[in-house]
C-alpha cells in the first residue's frame, strides 16, 4: 500500500479482465459506479474515480506467463486523504497473494 496517490496514475494488473471485473464490486465496495465497456465511472462523494483498463501482453517468464491488465486511474474533486482512503480500501480488496 502507498503512503499517497496521485490524481492520476497508472498500474498493471497480473489478472484477465474477467479476474477484475469479478473484484472490483468488492474493491470499491458501497459507491455506486456504472460501467461502460472497458471503463468504470465511480462516484466517490463529493467526487468520483474513473478507472479505464486494456489487456496488454502477458508477462513471461520462463515457462510462467502471468497476464496483464493496464488500468489507468483517474479522481476528480477528491482531496489527497479522500483518494488515500478510497484506495485504501481499494489496495487491500486487489491484493492477491500466495504461498
Do not use: H, N
Not at 484477465?16 to 459507491?31: D, F, K, M, N
Amino acid at each position: 500500500m502507498q503512503s499517497s496517490y496521485d490524481e492520476r496514475f497508472q498500474r498493471d494488473m497480473g489478472c484477465t479482465e474477467a479476474e477484475w471485473l469479478g473484484w472490483l464490486p468488492a474493491a470499491i465496495g458501497e459507491c455506486t459506479w456504472q460501467r461502460q465497456g472497458a471503463s468504470v465511472q465511480v462516484d466517490i462523494p463529493p467526487g468520483r474515480l474513473y478507472l479505464q483498463w486494456e489487456p496488454r501482453p502477458p508477462r513471461v517468464i520462463a515457462l510462467m506467463r502471468m497476464p496483464v491488465l493496464r488500468v489507468s486511474f483517474r479522481f476528480e474533486g477528491l482531496d489527497e486523504a479522500q483518494r488515500y482512503a478510497f484506495m485504501k480500501r481499494f489496495d487491500l480488496y486487489m491484493q492477491r497473494g500466495g504461498g
